[in-house]
């Protein structure tokens, strides 16, 4: 189905230290506004949408432990296309409603479709256990853990006794595979940790082990060991941990560099807080774990770490997720000067940017009413896609001056000393006044005047007047 016409959240990505492709951004959807929860009307996440802030290129969306009565959850959305370093890039969100088609996991705008296919695994633990890649590697919890039952560093996390409680997963990675990462997100005091491993029930090898033991982070693979001395890591603070074949990171910053790669043999189980090593559970996890992914690659540094803040502080990250609905009204006011030498008594063209003040990044597709005020400075370097309508008093001198209220829509003087009352056909609009439609998208305002309307369309840096 096409993006639906209803209320949505939009808020802008932060740049990444480098272009990304089909980057998997996360969003807290605890963040949204409650304009966009008071819109939800159904329990089924897949009913939700996710756009580009142009409006019509949707993206592929996981809607992960969707709660709309808590109004909690999260929502991973695959960013189509080039990431860049530079400029405004904002997505938007459809709350789910009912109305709206279910998406099927497989849909090209469905769950698996939200990550890229270098991902192999994606379990963010916050309500089961369950792989949320097109992989399907779903996990059992062993030993009475309660997956989800605890607060992480975003939404929820799962705690392991240290005992017997463990995540239990079918094999993960190939073996003797070369290249591999494995990233996640710990918190805890105790020293001897198994985060993540796999191995063979009946002997101790082959094994992959991304472990912490003896004071040492360690990835364990194919040789001895790489591993990174540490006395200030395991602190009850969450942690982000990062290990693949040629490095160990730590909050996304590199601390020891080597090589390993994965022990070649039959494997025939993985785990998170342990796995089952020759018969027995090796060296389990007491802490919280929370948000782990297994990749059949290493990711860039960018990647690492655009990945890194976006679940660190999500809040940042995104900024403020703003509601555009339709009947949503704005107080604003345009500044930067206006040329009205070009009038004609059939058409004018003007220059027109909106000021930074302004706050109309945020595009929109759909209907809404803003009281803006027309004064001497007036700009247009933000804009909308859409329709709103305003109430504009000009005055005598600058002719864009002295905001008027009425009831959906503003009443516009047009002064003579501008010249502008040539622009309808009969009628003086020295005194009389017009209501005003703007509908804009992107970076030109056409102007279109009858006696008693004008009809604005904008898309960015001009406005061209009609007069009939």
Wanted: hydrophobic content about 35%.
């Amino acid at each position: 189905m096409s993006i639906p016409s209803s209320t949505y959240d939009i808020a802008t990505i932060s740049n990444p230290s480098a272009a990304l492709t089909d980057f998997s951004l996360i969003v807290d959807l605890s963040n949204m506004s409650s304009a966009w929860w008071a819109a939800v009307d159904t329990t089924d996440g897949t009913k939700g949408r996710a756009a580009k802030g142009d409006g019509t290129t949707e993206l592929a969306c996981d809607w992960i432990d969707f709660d709309n009565g808590s109004e909690t959850g999260l929502v991973r959305i695959k960013w189509t296309g080039t990431l860049a370093t530079t400029g405004t890039q904002e997505v938007e969100i459809y709350p789910p409603q009912a109305a709206n088609a279910s998406y099927a996991a497989t849909d090209t705008y469905g769950q698996y479709n939200a990550y890229n296919s270098n991902w192999i695994g994606y379990w963010p633990l916050q309500s089961d256990a369950n792989d949320r890649t097109s992989t399907q590697n779903n996990g059992t919890a062993q030993g009475g853990a309660t997956v989800g039952g605890v607060s992480g560093k975003i939404g929820n996390a799962t705690s392991f006794d240290g005992i017997d409680d463990w995540i239990e997963l079918s094999t993960v990675f190939a073996s003797g595979a070369a290249d591999f990462e494995i990233d996640l997100w710990y918190k805890g005091t105790d020293g001897d940790n198994q985060y993540f491993g796999q191995g063979l029930t009946t002997s101790n090898n082959p094994r992959l082990l991304f472990m912490h033991q003896s004071s040492y982070y360690k990835i364990v693979g194919a040789t001895a060991a790489m591993a990174v001395a540490t006395t200030d890591d395991i602190d009850d603070s969450w942690r982000n941990l990062v290990a693949n074949s040629t490095n160990i990171y730590i909050d996304s910053t590199s601390r020891v560099s080597g090589s390993d790669y994965i022990q070649a043999g039959t494997y025939d189980n993985a785990g998170i807080g342990t796995f089952n090593r020759n018969g027995s559970l090796y060296q389990p996890t007491q802490g919280n774990i929370q948000d782990v992914k297994a990749f059949n690659s290493s990711r860039s540094d960018a990647e690492r770490s655009q990945e890194y803040i976006q679940v660190s502080d999500n809040a940042t990250f995104w900024g403020t997720w703003t509601n555009v609905t339709s009947g949503s009204t704005y107080n604003e006011s345009y500044s930067e000067s206006i040329t009205l030498a070009e009038t004609q008594s059939s058409t004018m063209l003007l220059p027109l940017s909106i000021s930074e003040g302004l706050s109309l990044s945020e595009t929109q597709n759909i209907i809404a009413t803003f009281i803006i005020g027309l004064s001497e400075s007036i700009g247009m370097s933000e804009s909308q896609d859409g329709s709103f309508t305003i109430e504009i008093g000009i005055s005598e001198s600058i002719g864009l001056s002295e905001l008027e209220a009425s009831i959906g829509a503003f009443a516009l003087s047009i002064a003579e000393s501008m010249g502008v009352s040539d622009i309808c056909t009969s009628g003086d609009l020295t005194t009389g006044k017009l209501s005003v439609t703007i509908s804009s998208n992107k970076s030109y305002v056409n102007i279109t005047a009858t006696k008693t309307d004008i009809s604005i369309s904008a898309t960015r840096s001009k406005i061209t007047i009609t007069g009939v």
